[in-house]
C-alpha cells in the first residue's frame, strides 16, 4: 500500500478501530454507582474521551473517571462551547463519538452553538449533562432550568437517566413518554431510579451514536438526522448504587412488517433505482456530448458548454474510506460527470490521487446559476441544496423545479440507504458498477481521463505583503502529508479550495451550520483524536512484537485495532505526529479563544493561523450584497475590529501557546514551516 493509498484508508480505519478501555470496562467488577455504571457503559460502547466542564452536579461523574483511569481520557475545556466543538471535531476524524461533561443548563446552554454545527454535520456526540437532584427540582434552585428544553433543539435523542424516558425505537426498545410530572423527579416516582443509567446510555449509544440516527417516526426524536445524544443525570442518581436492569423490547405493531423481509424490499428498489439513475447519467451525458459537438461545429471547431451530468455529494459520500470517492471518480470518467459538494461540508478527504471537487458557491444567484448547467444530477448523502439565507430577489432553493423531466435530479438520500442496509459508498460503488466497464476498469492517474488529481502543489508566492490568496497558497505549498485542516476563514480563505487540489492526501473539515467560533474547538478535538489513532497504532505495534507474530491473544484483544496500525499514513510510521492546522478568521476565533489553552494543557500539535484583517470581513461583504443604503457609522462600528486591534501574540501567549507575527509571505512561510516541527501548539498571528 502506498503512503497515499494508506492516508486514503485512514479513515476507515479510525472507524474500525476499537478503544482498549472498552473490554477492561465490560470486564470490571459491578459499579458501585449510578455515575460509574453510566461511565463504564458509555466505555463499553466505545467512548474513550470526555471533553468537560464539570460543575457541583457531575462531581460523582468526575470520580468515576478516576475509578476508570485510564480508560476514559478528561480533557479539561475552559468553556462549554469549546467541548462541545471538540467533540464535534473529535468525531468527524475518529468516526465515533466522544463524551461531553456539562454542568446543568447553563453548562448546555452555553454549548449550544457548536452543538448546532454537530447536529448539521452529522457528527456522534454523547453530551452528559448533571441536573438537580430528583427531590430538589421543584424547589427551583437558582441553575435550575429546563434542560430536557435546550437539548431538544440540538439532539437526536434526550435521555433523562432513571426516567423511563428514552428515544431508542431503532434499537429495539421501547419509546416512552416517562411518568407523570414530568422529567426526572416524575420518572423517579415512577419507579425507574438508578436502576436504567447504565441501560440508558447504553441503548442511546447504540442506537443514536455508534450506528444511526434514530428513526424519523421516534416519538422523543427531537431534531431528525441529529446524532447528537444528550443523556440528563440527576444529581441524587449518580451517587446511588446502581440496579441492574434490562430494557423490555416492544410488541411488534399488528401488521408489522419483519425487518429482514423490509430491508430485502428495500434493497431490492435501491437496486432497481441504481439502474435507472445510470441509464439516465449515460443518456444525459450522450446528450451533453453530441450538443457540445454540434456547438464546437458551429464554432468553427471551439467546444463550449459544461458536461450537463453532475454528482453533487455531502456527507460520507465526500470520504475515501470504503471507496467512496473512488467509485465517485469512476462515475466522473466514464459519464464525464462533474463532482460538486457541498459549500459547507462536514469533512472531505481531500488531494492527490483523489477526485478533485467543484465546491458550491456560497451566494445563492452563483450556486443556482452553477447546478443549472446539469442535465442530470445525482445527489449521494446530500440534502438538496437551500441558500444559507433568504435575499431580496434571491431564489431559496437552489435546484429547478423539475415538472417537466423527472428523470433530471437523482437523489441517494440517508433515509433510504439505511433502509436498504446501504451507505453512501455502497450507493457509488453500485452506481459505478451499473455503468459497466467503463467504469469500474478506470483508475487514478492512469486512464482517469483527468477525474482524479495529480500531484501538484502551488510554488510559494515571491516575498512581498501579505494578501489572502498569498496566505491560501503558502499553506497548501507546505501542508504535510495526513495534515487535518480545520478551516473557519470565511473571507480570508476563499481560495484555499482551488490552492490545494493536488497537495499529498489530507482531511478537510469546515464550518457546517453557521455558528461562528468552531474552529479552534474542532482543532483541538481533530487533534485528541489524531493522538488517540497514533496511542493505537504503536500499542498494536507493541502486541506484535510482545507476541513474535502478532496474531493470537493480543489480536484478538485489540480487535479491529490492527486496521489502525496498518492503515497508519506515512507520518505516523516515521515516527513524526499527524499535524492539524487551522485556518482561522480572527473575528471567530474571539468566541472560543480558551481552546487554546486546552491545546497548550494537552501538548497538541495544532497550528493556528489566524487571519487578521481587523474585521467580520463577511459581513461586510453582506452589507455590499443586499445593496444597503451606504455604509454609516452604525456599520462601521459593527463590523470594526481594529480599535482595539487584537493581539493575538499576547493572546496565544496568556494561554501558554506560543505565537508569532507576520505581515509578508516569506514571514509567513518561514514561521509556519518552523511550526509544523514543532511538538505542541504554535499560532501565527497572519496581518492581512
Known sequence: MSSQQAASSNAAAAVAAVPAGAAAAAAAPPAA???????????????????????????????????????????LCLHENVATGAADGYARVARRPALTLLHLGPGLANGLANLHNARRARSPVVNLVGDMATWH????????????????SVSGVVL???????????????TQAGGGGGGAAGGAESGGGAADLAADLTAAMAAAALTAPAPAGSSRLTQPGS??????????????????????????????VPASAASAVEAEAAEAFVRDCAAALLKAAATARARSASAAAAAGGSGGGGSGVALYLGGEALLADRGALLAAGQIAAATGAVLLCEGAFAR????????????????????????????????????PPVANFGYKGAPGRLLRPQEDDPTAVWEFDPAALAAAGWDAATALRRLAAALGPAATSVRPLVNCRGAFASPRRPPLPPPGRLTPAALCSVVAALQPEGAVVVDESLTSGSSYWEASQGCPPFVHLTLTGGAIGSGPPMAL???????????TAKDVAAGAVATGSGSGDATAATGAS?????????????????????????????????????QAREQLPVTTIVCANSSYAILRVEAARQRLPGVGPATRALTDLSSPRLDWVALAGGMGV???????????????????????????QANL
Open 33 to 75: 454507582t449510578g455515575a460509574e455504571a453510566l461511565l463504564r457503559a458509555a466505555v463499553a460502547a466505545g467512548a474513550d474521551v470526555v471533553f468537560a466542564n464539570p460543575g457541583t452536579t457531575e462531581m460523582w461523574l468526575v470520580a468515576a473517571m478516576d475509578t476508570l483511569w485510564p480508560a476514559v481520557r478528561p480533557v
Open 137 to 152: 427540582r421543584d424547589n427551583d434552585p437558582p441553575l435550575n432550568s429546563p434542560i430536557e428544553a435546550l437539548a431538544a
Open 160 to 174: 433523562v437517566a432513571g426516567s423511563g424516558q428514552r428515544s431508542v425505537q431503532g434499537a429495539g426498545f421501547a
Open 227 to 256: 446524532r447528537v445524544v444528550t443523556v440528563i443525570i440527576p444529581h441524587d442518581l449518580s451517587w446511588e448504587p446502581p440496579i441492574a436492569q434490562p430494557l423490555a423490547a416492544p410488541p411488534a405493531p399488528a401488521g408489522a
Open 348 to 383: 472531505a478527504d481531500r488531494g492527490a490521487g483523489l477526485p478533485p471537487l467543484r465546491r458550491l458557491p456560497y451566494f445563492p444567484q452563483e450556486a443556482a446559476a452553477e447546478l443549472a448547467k446539469y442535465g442530470c444530477l445525482v445527489l449521494v448523502d446530500a440534502r
Open 525 to 535: 478535538g481533530a487533534a485528541v483524536a489524531l493522538a488517540a489513532s497514533e496511542q
Open 562 to 598: 490492527a486496521a489502525a496500525a496498518a492503515a497508519a499514513p506515512a507520518s505516523a510510521a516515521s515516527g513524526r505526529r499527524r499535524r492539524v492546522i487551522n485556518l482561522q478568521a480572527d473575528g471567530s476565533a474571539m468566541y472560543s479563544l480558551q481552546a487554546l489553552w486546552s
Open 658 to 684: 506560543p505565537a508569532a507575527r507576520v505581515d509578508t509571505t516569506e514571514g509567513l512561510a518561514e514561521q509556519l514551516t518552523a511550526a509544523l516541527q514543532m511538538p505542541g501548539p504554535f499560532l501565527i
